[in-house]
Nanobody, 120 residues
């Protein structure tokens, strides 16, 4: 499965972006998917997950601003980001997920991420 994230760019604080992650292969509808981000000098972190059944989970600090969704017909998962802040500046990646106990773990190789830069 190959993943291609897109939709990043430069935006002013308070603006919005919608990221897309297109997945190749025929297993997408049965895959749990997630969005990660990696800010400069920081570790990559999971920020949003969506199960194959459509259940979503967001990092608490992002609830109310970010939304994850999926379109199985298009093999695509989305991340809608509103009210962006400079601290949201990062490279955003998508990946398949697997459940490990109470946690999500990335499954598979990382594709190229998409850069999001939020100016103040």
């Amino acid at each position: 499965v190959q993943l291609q994230a897109s939709g990043g760019g430069l935006v002013q604080a308070g603006g919005s972006l919608r990221l897309s992650c297109a997945a190749s292969g025929s297993t997408f509808s049965s895959d749990d998917m997630g969005w990660y981000r990696q800010a400069p000098g920081k570790l990559r972190e999971l920020i949003a997950a969506i199960s194959n059944g459509g259940e979503t989970d967001l990092r608490d600090s992002l609830k109310g601003r970010f939304t994850i969704s999926r379109d199985n017909a298009k093999n695509t998962v989305y991340l809608q980001m509103n009210s962006l802040k400079p601290e949201d500046t990062a490279v955003y990646y998508c990946n398949r997920l697997r459940r490990v106990g109470n946690y999500w773990s990335p499954l598979g190789s990382w594709g190229q991420g998409t850069q999001v830069t939020v100016s103040s």
